[in-house]
C-alpha cells in the first residue's frame, strides 16, 4: 500500500528504484533492436514515473518529454515498444488508447469504463493468476502471462 506522506529516505528509493526500471526497460528496447534516442528514454522514463496509464497526448504533452519529439514520432516510438512487448496498450478501440508498461513477473489488471473511457487499476490480488499456474502446469506451456481487462460502467457513469 502507498502511503500519501514519503519520508526523504523512502522517495530517494522510489526515485532510485524508477531509475533502474527505465534502464532496464531501455536495454530491453535495445536487446530488441531499437536505436536509443532521446525519444525513446522520454518515453519509458515518463511511462516508468507513471502510476497510471498514459494516454499519447499525455506523454506527448509531458514536461519531460525534453527531446522535443512530435506526437507523430511518440506515437512511433509507443507502436514499436507494444510490438515488442515492452509496453501494453489498454482501453477501446473507438476511444483514445492509454499505454502502461508491461515489466517481467509483474502485472496489472484494470476497470475500463465504456461511456467514459476511464481506466483504473484493478486494486485486488489477481483472481486469473492460480488458473495461469494450472494451466502452465497441465499444458505444458512455460512463462504464461495474460492481461485482464473488465469492461463497465463506472460510478460516474452508471448514476
Do not use: W
Not at 478501440?93 to 484493478?122: F, K, N, V
Amino acid at each position: 500500500m502507498l502511503h500519501h506522506h514519503h519520508s526523504a529516505t523512502c522517495q530517494h528509493h522510489d526515485e532510485q528504484s524508477a531509475r533502474e526500471l527505465a534502464a532496464s526497460m531501455l536495454t530491453r528496447a535495445r536487446e530488441a533492436g531499437l536505436r536509443r534516442t532521446k525519444a525513446l528514454e522520454n518515453v519509458l522514463s515518463i511511462l516508468v514515473h507513471s502510476h497510471q496509464p498514459l494516454s499519447l497526448a499525455d506523454i506527448a504533452e509531458s514536461p519531460d518529454l525534453t527531446s522535443g519529439a512530435d506526437k507523430a514520432t511518440v506515437y512511433r516510438v509507443l507502436v514499436k515498444l507494444e510490438e515488442l512487448a515492452l509496453i501494453r496498450r489498454l482501453g477501446l478501440h473507438d476511444r483514445s488508447a492509454y499505454y502502461t508498461l508491461l515489466i517481467p513477473g509483474r502485472h496489472d489488471d484494470y476497470l475500463i469504463c465504456t461511456q467514459c473511457g476511464r481506466i483504473q487499476r484493478l486494486d485486488i490480488a489477481c483472481p486469473v493468476e492460480a488458473l495461469e499456474k494450472q494451466i502452465e502446469h497441465e499444458s505444458g506451456f512455460k512463462k504464461l502471462y495474460h492481461e485482464l481487462e473488465f469492461y463497465g460502467l463506472c460510478p460516474k457513469c452508471a448514476d
